[in-house]
């Protein structure tokens, strides 16, 4: 497998059980990780992982069965990865999901009540989990993959927005602990935003054959882009939104 910069590293996945985390366990596995996945629905998480190393037979892939929501359940994921691989390079944040409306005086603030807890908890939780251990890395990444929408709200996106757009600010606030803390020399971790406009992968292509889907991002080329973020130093990444898609 991959000799390149992620050769040995130690990478979890949050939300590692939908179409994105599937490519992005595969893809990190390919490239010579360790990958740890973890997500909400054991079962999906459980085929993610056995596609993973079904496809890359010598791979270290596992998967973990962790409610993020729960701060100390969160905490102990990140020490036990770091006890039992000896250290933790990366954190990829897939955990999503989306609610809308027609219009926005139709918005329905139960929705807000579930993306906060999705869209921000979650990332609030995994980043101060696994900041320490970032830290210690000599190639730490901490990745939020987030929506254009959080740029440039549209009416009917008002709690789907608001809460990308607050988990990329958590996000920009734990790449400036990495700079302030590493001095003059420059971090050697970075905490990152990677934006999307949307995902589309096979399945979704398969329902709808003549849809288009302008701006989208196959799974496969985030995974792709994921993997080569570590090929970057620390310096061009921490702190920068990384567009995968026009910006708005």
């Not at 996945?37 to 056995?50: C, I, K, W, Y």
């Not at 036990?80 to 000896?86: R, V």
């Not at 980043?127 to 320490?132: E, I, K, T």
């Not at 990329?168 to 606030?173: F, H, M, S, V």
Request: proline share 3%; aromatic share 6%.
């Amino acid at each position: 497998m991959g000799n390149g910069a992620l050769n040995g590293a130690v990478i979890a996945v949050a939300g590692a059980g939908g179409p994105a985390g599937r490519a992005v366990l595969l893809r990190l596995a390919e490239a010579g990780a360790t990958v740890v996945g973890s997500d909400a629905h054991p079962e999906r998480l459980a085929e993610a992982v056995d596609a993973a190393r079904y496809a890359h037979g010598g791979a270290t892939v596992v998967g973990d069965t962790v409610d993020l929501l729960d701060p100390q359940a969160t905490r102990d994921w990140a020490a036990h990865i770091e006890k039992d691989f000896g250290h933790v390079d990366g954190l990829v944040h897939l955990v999503g999901g989306w609610r809308g409306s027609a219009t926005f005086t139709d918005t329905d603030l139960a929705d807000w009540d579930l993306l906060e807890k999705l869209l921000i908890r979650t990332v609030q939780h995994t980043s101060l989990a696994f900041y320490d251990g970032l830290e210690r890395s000599d190639r730490g990444r901490y990745l939020l993959i987030s929506a254009a929408g959080a740029s440039k709200p549209t009416a009917g996106n008002a709690a789907y927005s608001a809460s990308k757009a607050a988990a990329e600010a958590w996000t920009l606030a734990m790449a400036d602990g990495y700079r302030k803390a590493a001095g003059e020399g420059g971090p050697t971790s970075a905490a990152a935003i990677m934006v999307v406009k949307a995902l589309v992968h096979d399945a979704m292509r398969a329902e709808r054959p003549h849809a288009k889907f302008a701006g989208f991002t196959d799974v496969k080329d985030l995974a792709e882009a994921i993997a080569g973020v570590w090929d970057k130093p620390a310096s061009e990444v921490n702190g920068n939104r990384l567009w995968l898609t026009e910006k708005p």
